[in-house]
């Protein structure tokens, strides 16, 4: 490193499932970085698409790999970090990728901050289309924070997940990722680990690049909004005593909570005048089935 210390060993897991058409993106987009200690993982769930044949083509250059099936997207990193060596973690989705040089970036940095846990840069969302959007820095540093989520992540004022690097003691205090949750996994990761006491620091700085793309569970899924909004309170309700206006955070989780009843009903009153429902009333009318 450029204090003369040695470069720490980085882990990155890679979570995936039948995600062929851009695998191979997302793991040169790790090999490249050039980083002299790195640790990289794929868990893959066993996909029947091409996957596995990309993940041999890399296989020298992978720490460990393996197709089987899983319990899903946390439980599979879970596994992989698990099986990780480093005090640096992060984890980059089958769709995802980063920017070069990256990995030394954030080396330098824990280096320097030894009391911070978490450390995000700046993510560019792009489309198909060619859109494109790059995110502010995450300003969210307290458990408050991450709770007000009608104030902040609404406002797109939030912390997401491929832009993050966290020390293992953060993970391993945050209780590792929630098996059971499909939806806001890392959301809750985030959550856990600001209730642990762990410190955020974000920088100016272009680090992850987030596919939108129609296969991603992340896209028009509406439970996930809710499951978002039932994390926020559970915390709330478990550290009430510990935050400095639970009232407010419950209002503006409460407000949250409103828009999305709003949604639901803005949805279910375009269905009840869409052509295709009108029809289906007539016909169940009718009798035709």
Known sequence: MPDGKPWPRISIVTPSYNQGQFIEETIRSVLLQGYPNLEYIVMDGGSTDGTVDILRKYERHIDF??????????????????????????????????????????????????????????????????????????????????????????????LIQPEAFFRRLAFDKAGGLRDELYFCLDTCLWMDMAVSGCAFASVDRHWANWRMHEGQKSQGQTDGFAVHARIAWERLRENWARLDNPIAVADDIFCYLDSLLRMEQKVSSNLRESTSYRIGRMLTRWRFW
């Open 65 to 158: 790999w393996v197709s089987e099936p899983d319990k899903g997207q946390a439980a599979a990193i879970n596994k992989g970090f698990a099986r990780a060596s480093s005090e640096i973690l992060a984890w980059l989705n089958s769709d995802d990728t980063y920017q070069m040089g990256v990995l030394a970036q954030v080396a330098e940095l824990f280096s320097q901050w030894p009391g911070v846990d978490v450390i995000s840069g700046r993510c560019r969302l792009y489309y198909k289309d060619g859109r494109e959007d790059i995110l502010d820095p995450s300003p969210l540093r307290t458990l408050g924070d991450f709770l007000m989520v009608n104030s902040n992540w609404v406002k797109r004022r939030f």
